[in-house]
């Protein structure tokens, strides 16, 4: 594994009517190219761009609820800006100064950013140029998920599996901020 945590950021600038769908598809995405298990793939249009997910109860409920929380910090708040990051960690044994086991401690591997601005189309011509934009900022965001998780340094980043019995062998955190404030 790498010394350097690789980060990956996707940059979408959102409107009100398509913000749930497209978070919803981009964390799906991300989750396709980085869970290890079996996984039961599903597909969703967004803007006429086919996204890859993954069709597991507990990570659509994961998903959900991280997109309803990032909505609900946007429209509670004057901000409109805010940010989806995803985790992916390895448990490790934890030692103490004389490498005594201290239990397990969680070491991230790989982070994925996204960073996410709501505006408002002020009419019907520059709201269809902006889906249109949109829709060209998620393939190139399917591309740069897809040429990082093939690339060499997207493969050296991910640790041994050790657990193959679940969905996911390594720990998943979804942290929302809005206006660089933490929401849960």
Same mark, same amino acid.
């Given at each position: ?68 929380? +990032?909505? #609900?910090? =946007?429209? &509670?708040?004057?901000? @409109?800006?805010? /940010? ?45 140029? +902006?889906? #249109?934009? =949109?829709? &060209?900022?998620?393939? @190139?965001?399917? /591309? ?41």
């Amino acid at each position: 594994m790498s010394s350097s945590l690789p980060t990956i950021t996707i940059e979408l600038t959102l409107d009100r009517s398509t913000t749930k769908d497209v978070l919803h598809g981009v964390l799906h995405s991300i989750l396709f190219h980085r869970l290890f298990g079996t996984v039961k793939p599903q597909t969703f249009e967004v803007l006429d761009v086919t996204m890859p997910g993954v069709s597991d109860p507990a990570m659509e409920q994961l998903v959900n609820e991280k997109v309803d929380t +990032f909505w #609900k910090g =946007l429209e &509670s708040g004057m901000n @409109k800006r805010g /940010q989806i990051i995803v985790t992916f960690s390895e448990k490790r044994p934890k030692k103490s100064w004389f490498q005594v086991y201290m239990g397990e401690e969680e070491v991230p591997w790989e982070q994925w950013v996204i960073n996410a601005e709501l505006r408002q189309s002020k009419n019907e011509r520059e709201r269809q140029a +902006f889906n #249109k934009e =949109l829709s &060209s900022t998620l393939t @190139k965001s399917i /591309q740069v998920m897809l040429s990082h998780t093939i690339s060499d340094r997207g493969r050296m980043a991910v640790p041994l599996i050790t657990d193959a019995g679940s969905i996911s062998p390594f720990p998943i955190k979804v942290t929302v901020k809005v206006g660089g404030v933490e929401l849960s």
